[in-house]
């Protein structure tokens, strides 16, 4: 037999193409019998039931949405492009905001035994909050709706940044802060020479941590403020009653998602090393 | 009295414990010539590590104090490069940016070219030459020792310290290693002092070896002198008439008497002195000789 992967890849597509039959098969639209009467006609066809539409039919409009996915006209028409680069915009921004604080604050915590018991308290109440119950206080003191969506974010993608990076620094084998001892290497050089690429593996743990929730919630937090980005569009076409697109932003949705944690899978892979 | 370059007087580790207190180690007083390779052997808990981190400034002691070069030491410095038993190398750097890493920091003024050049001479003399772009975690045991030694001698520190570098070696590693280390020492004549549980090792390596007590109460007891001729190499030296004299001398210092002498004379604390031996010149009693020969292995496993 061939490689375990080919095996792997043969199997899933036997698996996608069961899927995507049984799921076709049992949503075709009942046949049309006999002349429509004006009320069926009106209805648009005989189709009475609401349907989750097949694949073909989702494959089709997503065909049509990817070979032009920057388009613009108006408010609630706008590609799927424009929408996920809304989304990513803000993910990033927060994500990235959250990181400038994770970080550093992670390190004092990980390097000082007395800041990581003073702050302890705070982490730990403040991280089980849903990122959606900060929105109306985000809302009403930032006073704008695209702001308090990369408030969510940040306040999100901060904690596990923060823990891991907090743990990692803590967790530096005492051999090499010895080695940066003998060496006289100063604090500065210390942290950037010794700690930060020993505790970098860990550090970008949290962070891949960090941009899965922050995809997760981005989603939630855009149906809430509306007007741009990929969750305003799942409820906008859900409002739309179009379902071809609910569906396809769903895949879309997932497909973005992966891409990040690839993304930070490869940078996770430059720091990691071998003991 | 002239002071010698490195000079540890009167370094005492204690603990407080519920009643009195625990004395690892007291009224240790040691001298360390500059050039001079010595070593101290003595059984595990005497506190031979924590005299080495005291020296590297690395820890504190209770009592004493150590002077080098006519100055207290009173933390870690690039004067004294340390090699510990578990080589301590960045895994995420290469081999060569392991002993680069120490020539940087050392030679800060130095460009790249140069911490590079110097970096590869010293790789090249413990025979790593060829992986200079291995990361600690591709190479082995002895490889991650021999790049540790050779960042240590690349800083030449005034005073170069090794805590039973060799320990976690085979013997065929250890052995090969040994005969780098005499080699670099050879061409640098660096000040070492060397923690090692291998009466053969110190023998081959060091000027003077120094024979600690058992702990608690340890210290430092003798003082040997090792006259064997140089350059030594492990295939000769064992045939030199002296060798099995001195390697008695130890073994039966390590089997008997640091037991029998420890603790002694705790109550005036100061007077304790050094004794100072060089077995080649003991009258041959016959009787050391013979019995001490079969049990080699008894001090490699303390």
Redesign the interface.
Known sequence: MQSLNLRAALTSLVFLVVLLGLWEAFNQPPEASGELSEFELLMGGADQEARVPPPSQVLGHAWDELSNPFYDAGPNDKGIGIQLAYSLYRVLTGYFLAALIAIPLGFVIGMSPLMYKALNPFIQVLRPISPLAWMPLALFIIKDSEQSAIFVIFICSIWPMLINTAFGVANVRKDWIKVAQTHELGALKTAFQVILPAAAPTILTGMRISIGIAWLVIVAAEMLVGGTGIGYYVWNEWNNLDLNSVIFSILMIGVVGMLLDLALGAVAKLVQYEE | MSKSFVSVEGLARKYPQKEGELVVFEDVNIGIEKGEFVCIIGHSGCGKSTILNVL???DSPSAGAVIMDGREVSG???D???V?Q?Y?L???LTALQNVS??VR??FPQWSKQQVNDHSKKFLEMVGLGHSLEK???QLSGGMRQRVSIARAFA?SPKLLLLDEPFGALDALTRGVIQDELIKIWGETHQTVFMITHDVDEAILLADRILLMTNGPHARVAESVTINLPRPRQRASVVKDPGYYKIRNYLVNFLVERSGELAGSGGEESGSFKTLEVDPTQLADTGETNNSMVEMPDLVASH
């Open positions: 590297a400034g690395l870690p410095s690039l004294r490069g340390v510990f578990n301590s960045l895994p995420w890493f120490g920091a050392r990361k600690p975690s800083t």
